[in-house]
């Protein structure tokens, strides 16, 4: 067991290297053409999700999951390696906007059967403390991975990063070979309808689960925006190598709440994640209204540590009561779910930031994302109450 864990953290390190890399470089170039380009290269990237992740929830139920990631570490590669060479014959936001649709379809079809690895190699027991673990390596690559973006940025363009990337794609799709098969039942039926809605089917029947989700959902629209806001906001502080370091002090803030995650057992809580969504707006707020590096980092780090805490807890109560023959479906219900609105929030910020500044925009995002946590939580009180009531 201890050899599976030790491999699956260099996959999610080296995974999460070139991830890195391939974000920091499509969000940073894109930057370089307006808000509009950033906001529909990132849009681009998350739509094929709410389509796809249903049918990838099928196939990892169905599909070896080892051999899927496999496939999506080598067809990721693939696509980088297109997009370096297309960047010498067609101008840049054609070539993000398609790269990173093409990079979201594999995420799609082949990203839930991460989960599903996970569940097969350890204990229900010590799925919480594994996740943390493995986020670790993947915090510490997307802690590395946008000051090597912008190092490898400023040398060789965005081409020479997304060709690295691509290498580290090929390095930890062979790792994968390492980890032990987990056959699954077999393919035949993965795009069977009623095979591909079960997932949803089962949520229906747990409203706990879907309150959840939903609150996520709003959160995420929020995210959204400030995934376009925060390149024009970091070129105010210093361009490029501000943009690194802020995004840098973020996942260092999301490793500390992994480190505390990996040490310390959790039982899922509700309060617990709804009070890591209030802490994480105030720290948008105190971003938006910072003017200095150090400040912006800060309350980064905090943003991504509060948003980590709740997500994690909340992937490892699904894990340990989720059917294991649903898993990778109901992962994926669970995924569109969240992502339902979060569209909206690539396709609005260009306004909002064209309204309000970079900086406001953020405020106004920390501001709206307390004031959901405090509706979800009153709504979640009367309808408790009015449950007992009854």
């Known amino acids: 067991m201890?050899?599976?864990?030790?491999?699956?953290?260099?996959?999610?390190?080296?995974?999460?290297?070139?991830?890195?890399?391939?974000?920091?470089?499509?969000?940073?170039?894109?930057?370089?053409?307006?808000?509009?380009?950033?906001?529909?290269?990132?849009?681009?990237?998350?739509?094929?999700?709410?389509l796809l992740n249903l049918v990838g929830g099928s196939l990892a139920d169905r599909?070896?999951?080892?051999?899927?990631?496999?496939?999506?570490?080598?067809?990721?590669?693939?696509?980088?390696?297109?997009?370096?060479?297309?960047?010498?014959?067609?101008?840049?936001?054609?070539?993000?906007?398609?790269?990173?649709?093409?990079?979201?379809?594999?995420?799609?079809?082949?990203?839930?059967?991460?989960?599903?690895?996970?569940?097969?190699l350890f204990p229900p027991e010590e799925l919480a403390r594994i996740n943390a673990q493995l986020s670790l390596a993947d915090d510490a690559a997307h802690f590395a991975g946008p000051l090597m973006?912008?190092?490898?940025?400023?040398?060789?363009?965005?081409?020479?990063?997304?060709?690295?990337?691509?290498?580290?794609?090929?390095?930890?799709?062979?790792?994968?070979?390492?980890?032990?098969s987990r056959p699954r039942s077999g393919a035949e039926e993965a795009l069977d309808l009623r095979f591909v809605w079960a997932g949803f089917a089962y949520l229906i029947r747990t409203p706990k689960i879907v309150f959840i989700v939903l609150f996520f959902a709003a959160t995420n629209l929020f995210a959204a925006a400030f995934q376009v806001a925060a390149p024009l906001y970091a070129a105010s502080l210093g361009g490029a190598g501000a943009y690194a370091l802020l995004l840098s002090a973020m996942n260092l803030g999301m490793t500390v709440s992994n480190l505390a995650l990996a040490t310390v057992v959790l039982r899922s809580s509700e309060k617990l994640i709804f009070a890591a969504g209030f802490v994480q707006g105030l720290a948008l707020v105190g971003l938006g209204r910072s003017r200095s590096l150090p400040p912006a980092a800060a309350f980064g780090a905090l943003n991504d540590a509060m948003a980590n805490v709740g997500g994690t807890i909340f992937i490892a109560y699904l894990q340990a009561k989720l059917p294991e023959?649903?898993?990778?479906?109901?992962?994926?219900?669970?995924?569109?779910?969240?992502?339902?609105?979060?569209?909206?929030?690539?396709?609005?910020?260009?306004?909002?930031?064209?309204?309000?500044?970079?900086?406001?925009?953020?405020?106004?995002?920390?501001a709206a994302t307390v004031a959901v946590v405090v509706l979800v939580w009153l709504a979640r009180g009367t309808r408790a109450g009015g449950t007992t009531g009854h």
């Open 325 to 366: 023959a649903l898993l990778g479906r109901a992962f994926a219900a669970v995924n569109t779910l969240a992502m339902l609105l979060t569209p909206l929030g690539f396709a609005v910020a260009p306004w909002l930031i064209d309204r309000l500044e970079a900086d406001t925009t953020i405020s106004a995002l920390g």
């Open 149 to 180: 973006g912008a190092a490898l940025f400023s040398v060789l363009g965005p081409a020479g990063a997304l060709l690295f990337a691509a290498a580290l794609a090929v390095v930890y799709g062979g790792l994968l070979l390492g980890l032990p």
């Open 2 to 50: 201890m050899r599976n864990r030790v491999l699956l953290w260099f996959v999610y390190g080296l995974g999460g290297l070139s991830g890195a890399l391939v974000n920091f470089t499509l969000a940073w170039a894109s930057s370089r053409y307006g808000a509009a380009a950033l906001g529909g290269t990132l849009l681009a990237g998350m739509l094929p999700s709410l």
């Open 63 to 120: 599909v070896e999951p080892r051999r899927a990631l496999l496939a999506g570490a080598f067809a990721n590669a693939l696509v980088l390696l297109t997009m370096a060479a297309a960047l010498a014959f067609w101008a840049g936001p054609a070539v993000f906007v398609a790269g990173n649709l093409a990079l979201s379809i594999l995420g799609s079809l082949f990203g839930s059967a991460g989960y599903v690895l996970v569940s097969a």
